[in-house]
């Protein structure tokens, strides 16, 4: 007897999108995470853009998934409480040479058919006025959108776990039992479960669970980002993504206006082999403020609250999903190197469509699946708090008073069906000791609310 | 019509604040705590130029103000603003949560690091002896404002520059310019940055004044005097028939504790 139809190993964007996705199916899903939450891997740290794909590769299979995943991103965030404004990215050139590049650029977004229009510099600025004075052209591509993507990631995992998917935190892939040329259990330090199909979307550990599971044999490895936040005092006064001009090895140093309000600067993209380390180093971090200077030269370091780095996970080729060649009941979702976020509905519903093809129980989708999460709502920015109060009194209680977060939303985080288990899961989840003081003035608090919690 | 000035902070500023601008303009009062002194237990979360909104245990607070006195104190610099790198590991705290945590016997670190050398640093420093602390390590980079409790228990380094962090998913080791330090947790207690949480007035709010102690270590002496000085700013923000004039050299405090 299998427990899982469909086991999915990693809790990162893409694995929790595909148990979204398969939860509105009759199959038994459990998805499995080896960290304590979803979301801890490269989902963690990321710029949060929502790319329409007009610097995507064309003809590539992540210029397909991702420019089919943009039109949907309003209504799927809407239906997972997660924050999206779609607010149009500038690929700003400031040399004769990285104006050529832009037709080139240009080139690509129109092969993608992805809206997007080369500018001038003057018409760059009255766009975002942030802008530095000798910018000469840029690209403007209004179908890009801000996300966030810790909300994003859990509330695909949420969703899914409201469906029956059962989620295991702190649960790593130690092996696999084999039976010919299929997976029959999927080993774990607490439980073997028998699994009819495994989809691998370990992110930066995918090429060690297809050797685990004896299938092809590939490499993944950390490309490191360093990045800045920057508080809401100089973000919210950004309208747009303000990036330089991809070259053919990096995408560059963007200015990223966050969801909410603060701004990202970063990543820098360097590959390495040390897939735990995510350190900063003083130089790198240089770096990335001085690329962003150029593109906005009145950020100031006075404005920083933190600063952080993360790994993406980069393979050769990118984008490898699919059937296993070795193992008939292995579907692939690796090497989603820089885009997970922005490519993640539409790799779920491919996913989907492999397992089907390949014959497992997904094809059935399941009367009275949940398709929204209920909005918890957020006293930061809200028009009326005394509505708030009138609902429930615990939103007169600001336990993190940068981020403006009561104990009515951390409540609620609490209640979740996929909980934090510690202050950094509530942040992920409220937005709470994410602020200017990061947690100087509510941790305490934080933490006696989840001991109190149990 | 006597104007109206709202008051974020019912600390020793924000209160001189009050007491100075008595008889000349009306003055509202919030702090987050429920504290003498304050007309509202409420945390101010937004001001427009005109009026002040709060939340708090008796719901949302809209206070119609001609200016604003942010007074709220200050906390130690975090991580990004010490300029640390490296990893970002558990075990890194800002001394107001490692005094909190520790008092609550939610963290007992063994050997931790306090980084500074003021007032925060020695009470960080106390509450970690008192949690059971085998040895506190103290990083000084301006030297030593506050003396930490005498102990044996106690190293201190005076003028070390701290860069980085090092351990994942828990802290274990702080490097300066010139040493390294093993540890268990990293309390961070130097430097004084204002707390500012009010959208609207986090640097340059319009009809706002910000009271700024500019002793250091602070004394309530020091907040007392920038709380009269921001009364004054207040008043003559609000425009009108507060004339800074020679009565605001009156001594109108009482006498330092």
């Not at chain 1, 240009?106 to 006025?129: K, S, Y």
């Not at chain 1, 409540?411 to 899961?425: E, Q, Y």
């Not at chain 2, 959208?199 to 500019?214: E, I, K």
């Not at chain 2, 309530?220 to 920038?226: Q, S, V």
């Amino acid at each position: 007897m299998r427990d899982y139809d469909v086991v999915i190993v990693g809790g990162g964007v893409v694995g929790c999108a595909i148990a979204r996705r398969l939860s509105f199916t009759t199959a038994r899903v459990a998805l499995v995470e080896a960290a304590g939450d979803v979301g801890e891997g490269a989902s963690k740290g990321n710029t949060g853009i929502a790319t329409c794909g007009a610097d995507c590769p064309p003809g590539s299979l992540e210029a397909e998934l991702v420019t089919r995943s943009s039109p949907g991103w309003e209504a799927l965030c809407a239906s997972l409480d997660t924050p999206f404004r779609r607010i149009a990215s500038l690929a700003v050139a400031g040399t004769a040479e990285e104006e050529a590049r832009l037709e080139e650029l240009g080139a690509g977004a129109r092969a993608n058919r992805c809206e997007a229009e080369i500018v001038t510099g003057e018409r760059a600025r009255a766009l975002e006025p942030m802008l530095t004075p000798p910018a000469r052209a840029a690209l403007h591509a209004p179908g890009d959108g801000i996300v966030d993507p810790l909300r994003l990631t859990i509330g695909y995992a949420e969703l899914a776990a409201r469906n029956g998917v059962a989620v295991h935190l702190d649960a790593t892939v130690t092996g696999f039992r084999m039976s010919g040329e299929r997976i029959t259990h999927v080993e774990t330090p607490d439980r073997v479960m028998a699994a009819g199909y495994v989809v691998n979307a370990a992110g930066i550990e995918s090429d060690t669970v297809s050797r685990l599971a004896g299938g092809e044999p590939f490499t993944t490895w950390p490309r490191q980002g360093q990045y800045w936040l920057l508080d809401r005092e100089v973000g919210s006064r950004f309208r747009s993504i303000v990036g330089g001009v991809p070259t053919a090895e990096s995408r560059g140093v963007y200015c990223v206006p966050t969801t909410h309000g603060s701004l990202l600067l970063g990543p820098t993209a360097r590959d390495g082999t040390e897939r735990r380390n995510r350190a900063t180093d003083a130089a790198s971090l240089d770096g990335v403020f001085d690329a962003a200077r150029r593109l906005v030269p009145e950020l100031d370091r006075r404005w920083a609250i933190k600063t952080f780095a993360a790994n993406r996970p980069a393979s050769e080729p990118g984008y490898r999903i699919g059937i296993d060649p070795y193992r008939a009941n292995l579907v692939h979702a690796a090497g989603i190197r820089s885009t997970g976020v922005s490519s993640s509905p539409a790799v779920a519903e491919l996913v989907h469509e492999v397992l089907a093809a390949a014959g497992a129980p997904v094809q059935d989708e399941r009367t009275g699946a949940a398709t929204a999460l209920e909005a918890v709502p957020r006293l930061f920015g809200h028009r009326d708090p005394a509505a708030l109060f009138a609902g429930d009194p615990a939103y007169g209680d600001v336990v993190c008073p940068c981020e403006q977060v009561t104990a009515a939303e951390i409540a609620a985080a609490l209640r979740m069906r996929v909980p934090p288990r510690s202050a950094d899961g509530v942040r992920k989840r409220t937005h709470a000791a994410a602020g200017r003081c990061q947690g100087a003035m509510c941790l305490g608090r934080i933490a006696g609310l989840i001991e109190a919690h149990g | 019509m006597a104007s109206v000035v709202a008051i974020v902070g019912a600390g020793e500023a924000g209160l001189a604040c009050a007491r100075e601008l008595a008889g000349r303009a009306h003055t509202v009062v919030v702090d987050r705590r429920p504290v003498e002194g304050a007309d509202h237990e409420a945390t101010a979360i937004r001001w427009d130029g005109a009026a002040l909104l709060a939340m708090g245990p008796a719901g949302a607070v809209e206070i119609a103000a001609d200016a604003l006195v942010i007074a709220t104190g200050t906390r130690p610099l975090g991580r990004a603003e010490l300029g640390l790198v490296g990893t970002r590991p558990a075990g890194v705290l800002s001394a107001p949560v490692a005094c909190e945590l520790s008092e609550q016997g939610l963290v007992r670190p063994a050997r931790p690091v306090v980084i500074g050398g003021g007032a925060w640093a020695a009470r960080a420093v106390a509450a970690l002896a008192r949690a059971g602390a085998e040895h506190v390590t103290v990083v000084a980079p301006d030297g030593i404002l506050t003396p930490p409790p005498p102990s044996h228990r106690i190293t201190i380094h005076e003028g070390l520059r701290p860069l980085a962090v090092g351990g994942d998913p828990q802290v274990e080791r702080l490097e300066c310019d010139g040493a390294a330090f093993d540890c268990d947790a990293i309390v961070l207690a130097h430097g004084l940055a204002p707390v500012r949480n009010v959208d609207g007035a986090v640097s340059d709010g319009v009809r706002t004044v910000y009271a700024r102690p500019r002793d250091d270590p602070g004394t309530e002496d020091g907040a007392r005097r920038a709380g009269a000085e921001a009364a004054r700013a207040a008043l003559a923000l609000t425009g009108g028939q507060a004339t800074i004039g020679p009565w605001w050299s009156s001594p109108s405090l009482p006498p330092s504790a």
